[in-house]
């Protein structure tokens, strides 16, 4: 059974700070996704990661992916208050048929 | 990019009766579309992943009779909920898949915020 963690779950940051949102993962997954929701909304994707060592930036966002050790991070850069919002990882299951299997998600406020 | 348009976006139905959300992706095909359920402030739930003509996979503890899935053609997938009761309230977000589509992000619909009363 594939099992996604997320940590932290809530993470509340000043502007300008960085920090980092990791995801773990149980088993072995083809890919790893991540997602961005805003309250009430549905979610939208920030990154798609194919293979180990892959790294795709987007502004203030970076992500990640060790496939070896089953672990992605979205990394924040000198946080905006825009960037509040709730941060999902998911892992592919199944291969190319297969389905997401989401983590918990990260609640992330900015502060001014 | 490709999009998918979800509707209702918002529902109140009365307790017992069906109410049907539609999925459809507009500039792509998918044979294969998934619903979830999202509780208030937790994280998106697997209900069933939607097969282009055939029946629907659940997962383990979705009702099938409850919850109904038809996905007739490559653009619609509709989740139909039977005999609605105040547990069936949450959101429930469709995300279709445009075939080889795997190494791009899962393309999810706008959701439905289903209320029963």
């Known amino acids: 059974e594939l099992k996604v963690e997320q940590n932290p779950l809530f993470l509340s940051m000043q502007e300008g700070k960085n920090y980092t949102i990791y995801c773990n993962y149980s088993t072995t997954s083809d890919r790893l996704y991540w997602y961005r929701q805003d309250p009430g909304k549905s979610l939208e994707s920030l990154f798609v990661?194919?293979?180990?060592?892959a790294v795709k930036q987007e502004g203030r966002l970076m992500a990640s992916l060790d496939t070896k050790a089953r672990l992605s991070t979205l990394h924040i850069t000198a946080a905006v208050h825009d960037l509040s919002a709730t941060y999902f990882c998911?892992?592919?299951?199944?291969?190319?048929?297969?389905?997401?299997?989401f983590g918990k998600g990260t609640k992330l406020s900015v502060k001014p | 990019g490709a999009v998918v348009s979800q509707h209702p976006s918002r529902v109140i139905c009365k307790s017992g009766t069906s109410v049907k959300i539609e999925c459809r992706s507009l500039d792509f095909q998918a044979t294969t579309m998934f619903w979830y359920r999202q509780f208030p402030k937790q994280s998106l739930m697997l209900m069933a992943t939607?097969?282009?003509?055939?029946?629907?996979?659940?997962e383990q503890g979705v009702e099938k009779d409850k919850f109904l899935i038809n996905h007739a053609s490559l653009t619609l997938s509709t989740l139909t909920v039977t005999s609605a009761h105040p547990e069936d309230s949450s959101f429930y977000i469709c995300?279709?898949?445009?075939?080889?589509?795997?190494?791009?992000?899962?393309?999810f619909g706008s959701g439905t915020r289903l209320t029963v009363v």
């Open positions: 998911a892992a592919l299951l199944g291969g190319s048929q297969g389905n997401l299997i």
């Open positions: 995300s279709a898949r445009p075939i080889g589509g795997e190494n791009y992000g899962y393309t």
């Open positions: 990661l194919l293979s180990n060592g």
């Open positions: 939607s097969n282009e003509g055939s029946k629907a996979t659940y």
